[in-house]
């Protein structure tokens, strides 16, 4: 089972960087798949980005892809967001996910078993 925790999350102003990171202390970190999401208030979770059990596949949505990287280093538990040009439409609470399920897309929140509580991002004008 993923016990997963996010921080790095902060109030930035547009154009800022931020690196968001995710622990997992359940112990078999390695095998999972890691996603991140956002969520606004009144939304539903929004997919941002995924990488692959080993670390070397990512996926991202359209809207982050070209700032954003994903990344996930399994020798320390942790997976991460660099966000780079934020933008205030970048602003939500970020959660990280977890699945053991084998997929090799998972896009929508029900495909993930294990959730952290979400660290919030600020972006302002």
């Known amino acids: 089972q993923a016990n997963l925790v996010e921080s790095g999350g902060a109030s930035v102003q547009a154009g800022d960087s931020l690196r968001l990171s995710c622990v997992d202390s359940g112990g078999a970190f390695s095998r999972y798949m890691i996603g991140w999401f956002r969520q606004t208030p009144g939304n539903e979770r929004e997919f941002v980005a995924h990488?692959?059990?080993?670390?070397?596949?990512?996926h991202y949505a359209d809207s982050v892809k070209g700032r954003f990287t994903i990344s996930k280093d399994n020798t320390k538990n942790t997976a991460y967001l660099q966000m780079t040009n934020l933008q205030p439409s970048d602003t939500g609470v970020y959660y990280c996910a977890a699945t053991g399920s084998g997929r090799t897309l998972a896009m929508s929140p029900y495909d993930y078993e294990y959730w952290g509580q979400g660290t919030k991002v600020t972006v302002s004008e």
């Open positions: 990488v692959m059990w080993g670390g070397s596949v990512t």
